[in-house]
T-cell receptor, first 116, second 114 residues
């Protein structure tokens, strides 16, 4: 079975600074990888996903993530954060099994705080 | 462009009361699910459905009941509310059960059991 870890519960950055949120996974092959964002009082929304191919994935709202097989990581980055990026971010891992064992597992989330 | 709609948004229940959280989606999605979100625990799957008439248990099903009589609707019933069920509940849907599909979430239902 797969697992996913987000090592940072809270991250604080200044507006305009760069951002990197960490995500590590465990799975025996190349998994499906996702980042979702949850704005305050809202449901989760997909930011980006990786299935295969180019390891640098572009998403919505100026976010990108890089799949690094050697490090079992899928870190989320943004070059310059805006106050509206304050939210909780969830990394998720799925599998290409396409059977009853196929399921998506969410990390416990990283809450991003933005300093003005 | 409704997507996934959940009601109510907020609810306070007394211990032992029952209630139903409503969920509807207008995307003709086959797969629907309910999660609960608790601080430090992330999202945990309660129940899911792969189509009308088919439901199954997730990670934390105890104390909850579901049914799927139509493709659009997937209500979650709390049979006898307990303080441990105080949580934020999210309904979600996707095209199929396979994890490669994008999951669409409702806006959440904040439930407090006193």
């Amino acid at each position: 079975a797969q697992s996913v870890t987000q090592p940072d519960i809270h991250i604080t950055v200044s507006e305009g600074a760069s951002l990197e949120l960490r995500c590590n996974y465990s799975y025996g092959a190349t998994p499906y990888l996702f980042w979702y964002v949850q704005s305050p009082g809202q449901g989760l929304q997909l930011l980006l996903k990786y299935f295969s191919g180019d390891t640098l994935v572009q998403g919505i709202k100026g976010f990108e993530a890089e799949f690094k097989r050697s490090q079992s990581s899928f870190n989320l980055r943004k070059p310059s954060v805006h106050w509206s990026d304050a939210a909780e971010y969830f990394c998720a891992v799925g599998t290409p099994r396409r059977n009853r064992d196929d399921k998506i597992i969410f990390g416990k989330g990283t809450r991003l705080h933005i300093l003005p | 462009n409704a997507g996934v709609t959940q009601t109510p948004k907020f609810q306070v229940l007394k211990t032992g009361q029952s209630m139903t959280l409503q969920c509807a989606q207008d995307m003709n999605h086959e797969y629907m699910s309910w999660y609960r979100q608790d601080p430090g625990m992330g999202l945990r799957l309660i129940h899911y459905s792969v189509g009308a008439g088919i439901t199954d248990q997730g990670e934390v099903p105890n104390g909850y009941n579901v049914s799927r009589s139509t493709t659009e609707d997937f209500p979650l019933r709390l049979l006898s509310a307990a303080p441990s069920q105080t949580s934020v509940y999210f309904c979600a849907s996707s095209y199929s059960r396979y994890s490669g599909n994008t999951i669409y979430f409702g806006e959440g239902s904040w439930l407090t059991v006193v």
